[in-house]
């Protein structure tokens, strides 16, 4: 069936750097992709909206120069981390829908920033 | 605006005995989708049923049962004797359409004890 593969699963980095998480759509194309972002013991929230072929639409308090967002194909859409710093540790997961009936959540990515 | 509330934080039973999860939604839109997700330790999420506006038939998967009442906006997730394996997050979820973001509830943190 179709899946939505995220890598990597999980990543430990310095303070300062960046870090780029991948979402595949691995047997079906995506127009539109969803980040979410999941703190300790807290809800799934959205971050943002990946859409293909232009510019990601954020939700409100997230900042878009710090988490860049690109989907430059139908089954790829990445989301970068800049400038880590320890606040930004968190479990970050995609979601995409072949069609309307189904919708797929990738497997996420737990981000360690020291 | 679409919320999802679930009273319950955490949850702890002794295995064999049936627990409830509770979920109530708030919406404005006529045609919906509700979801229950299972978020284990290892924190991909886990499908555990869709449920769309126009349908509220309740459902039984094995062990597994939901009670869909539009009269109340509420989704209850039931686990008939319940296992350690069990022992999850478990996430209510809101949607309009699969091509939309979903909103989530803040999740009920349920421990099976041996």
């Known amino acids: 069936g179709a899946v939505v593969s995220q890598h990597p699963s999980w990543v430990i980095c310095k303070s300062g750097t960046s870090v780029k998480i991948e979402c595949r759509s691995l047997d079906f194309q995506a127009t539109t992709m969803f980040w979410y972002r999941q703190f300790p013991k807290q809800s799934l929230m959205l971050m943002a909206t990946?859409?293909?072929?232009?510019?990601?639409?954020?939700e409100q308090g997230v900042e878009k120069d710090k988490f860049l967002i690109n989907h430059a194909s139908l089954t790829l859409s990445t989301l970068t981390v800049t400038s880590a710093h320890p606040e930004d540790s968190s479990f970050y997961i995609c979601?995409?829908?072949?069609?309307?009936?189904?919708?797929?959540f990738g497997s996420g990515t737990q981000l360690s920033v020291l | 605006a679409q919320k999802v509330t679930q009273a319950q934080t955490e949850i702890s039973v002794v295995e064999k005995e049936d627990v409830t999860l509770d979920c109530v939604y708030e919406?404005?839109?006529?045609?919906?989708?509700l979801f229950w997700y299972k978020q284990p330790p290892s924190g991909e999420l886990v499908f555990l049923i869709r449920?769309?506006?126009?349908?509220?038939q309740n459902e039984i998967s094995g062990r597994y049962s939901w009670n869909f009442q539009k009269s109340t906006s509420s989704f209850n997730f039931t686990i008939t004797a319940s296992q350690v394996v069990d022992s999850a997050v478990y996430f209510c979820?809101?949607?309009?359409?699969?091509?939309?973001?979903?909103?989530f509830g803040p999740g009920t943190r349920l421990s099976v004890l041996p």
């Open positions: 449920r769309n506006s126009f349908d509220e």
């Open positions: 979601s995409a829908s072949p069609d309307r009936f189904k919708l797929f």
């Open positions: 990946s859409n293909e072929g232009s510019k990601a639409t954020y």
């Open positions: 919406t404005r839109d006529t045609t919906y989708y």
């Open positions: 979820a809101l949607t309009r359409d699969y091509g939309q973001n979903f909103v």
